[in-house]
């Protein structure tokens, strides 16, 4: 459990600061880059972004991969724990496919002639090109934010009820459906109020595990609830 904890710390930082480092990285750069009149800005924009967010998002996401690992570690032999690390396995893949076809296609586009018209967006998940990439992203951001929302549900079937714990869990869930459903219109205010509710909430929760929160035992639950 003490590895366990070690991941939850690291993963709970982490997971606060990326993307709030990304968003802060894609304004430098489109200010420096972009509206300063700067030749093949453009260019150097994405350049410049891939050098520094590639780093970025190799921590974030090897410290959900420990992280999900230790879980599995840690609760070896439950059902709904091995069950919620696989949907969070699944999710943190395709989240990282996703920065990975944002980033190929923006760089293809700027250093080859595809004769592409249209614009490179960032954002806290990365880099990407609006048009098809954008819509093929976005569209699998739906499916992780599913997935998460299940992996957190099985979490809740690990803690007690009324516990602090349990509330969180129940709290993400509903941020997350809110927030998938925001994402039609990723300009409201709203959404980015969701967004930052998101990522306290989980570092509340990742904090928890961290100060050696211990979710419920299957075999010790179904006793506790068996009727006398």
Same mark, same amino acid.
């Given at each position: 459990m003490e590895q366990l904890r070690k991941d939850a710390a690291g993963l709970a930082v982490w997971n606060t600061v990326t993307p709030v480092a990304a968003v802060i990285?894609?304004?430098f750069a489109l200010n420096v880059?972009?509206?300063?009149g700067m030749r093949n800005g453009i260019t150097w924009y994405?350049?410049?972004?891939?050098?520094? +967010?590639?780093?970025?998002?190799?921590?974030?996401?090897?410290r959900w991969f420990s992280f999900l690992n230790s879980l599995k570690t840690g609760y070896e032999g439950n059902d709904t724990m091995r069950n919620a690390v696989r949907m969070g396995n699944i999710a943190t893949a395709l989240k990282l496919g996703c920065f990975a076809l944002g980033a190929t296609a923006s760089l293809v586009i700027v250093t080859g002639n595809t004769g592409y018209n249209g614009t490179i967006t960032a954002s806290e998940t990365g880099i990407m090109p609006t048009g098809v990439i954008q819509q093929i992203i976005e569209s699998v951001m739906y499916a992780i934010v599913i997935l998460f929302s299940i992996m957190f549900l099985f979490f809740? +079937?690990?803690t007690e009820k009324k516990s602090e714990m349990r509330?969180?869990?129940?709290v993400q869930i509903l941020l997350m459906v809110?927030?998938?459903?925001?994402?039609?219109?990723?300009?409201?205010?709203v959404w980015g109020i969701f967004h930052i509710l998101i990522l306290l909430n989980e570092f509340l929760f990742l904090w928890k595990i961290y100060k050696g929160y211990e979710f419920v035992n299957q075999k010790e639950k179904g006793s506790e +609830?068996?009727? +006398?």
């Open positions: 990285l894609a304004v880059f972009c509206k300063s994405v350049v410049f972004l891939l050098f520094t +967010e590639i780093p970025l998002f190799v921590f974030y996401f090897s809740r +079937e690990l509330i969180l869990t129940v809110v927030w998938c459903r925001l994402t039609i219109n990723s300009q409201s205010p +609830e068996k009727p +006398e």
